[in-house]
């Protein structure tokens, strides 16, 4: 297992963004073998930019492990579902222009809890959209999943697909779509601080799927919840299942970003 950091950790949707340059030095400073690039901040998909990102990574000794974007794929309209799939393969392309090995992808959720804290109030949960149901969207994030792996499996990239609300907000249903899915080219982002109902249980049950790790830390209290993980278990978990990928931190606790950063990759050192 290696150790890296998402550049979510250095922004959480909290304040005006930096240049993404800026993330790469401090994953550097911090610390880290490597660096998830969140969609936010990139500021062109130009090639040139893109190989200059890629060239400030080399210089910095820190490998692109991985891209992360905002796609949903739970989309009554076919079009807009199209969309979607077209989005995942251009940035499919941008990684693998960086030498990123996987793009975190989400199954999407329906938008009927209009705001992302009332959403964290209940728990990642809402309804469909009248006149729909959970097992229409499964089919829709699971046909368009299999639309885009030629693509990856031509790049070499892997589709991660992460238990991040929506669909994928419990195991179980997650699986549903996971297990229907068969190709290399994909797997799972496992999140240890997206399960809030029975977390290590529903951890359980996708790791021997996961591609990739999010490791979420709360030092100071968490912004939207707090989890009070136990990261020996977690690490068991990984280990029991062959897990060697990357572990890449996603900060989300209150105290001052850099310290509890550097707190994170204290603890996290302890396992990888």
Sequence with gaps: MRLGVSTYSYWRFRGPKLPLAEYLTMAYEDGFSGVEVL????????????????????????????VAIHNNFVKPDPQERGRQVEYVKEWLEVAHELGAGVVRINSGRWGTVKSFDELMARKGMEPPIEGYTEEDAIEWVVDCIHQCLDK????????????????????????????RISSRWFGVVMDTGNFVYDTYRELE?????AVMVHAKTYFGGGIWYTLDLDYGRIFSILKRVGFRGWISLEYEGLEEVRSGVRKSRELLSKYV
């Design 152 to 179: 990856a499996e031509d790049l070499g990239v892997v589709l991660g697909l992460e238990n991040h609300w929506g669909l994928t907000t419990r195991a179980e249903t997650m699986l549903r779509i996971v297990k």
């Design 39 to 66: 969609v936010n901040h990139f500021e062109s998909r130009a090639r040139s930019y893109i190989r200059e990102v890629r060239r400030l990574a080399f210089e910095l000794g820190l490998d692109v492990y991985a």
């Design 205 to 209: 049950m996708i790791a021997p799927y």
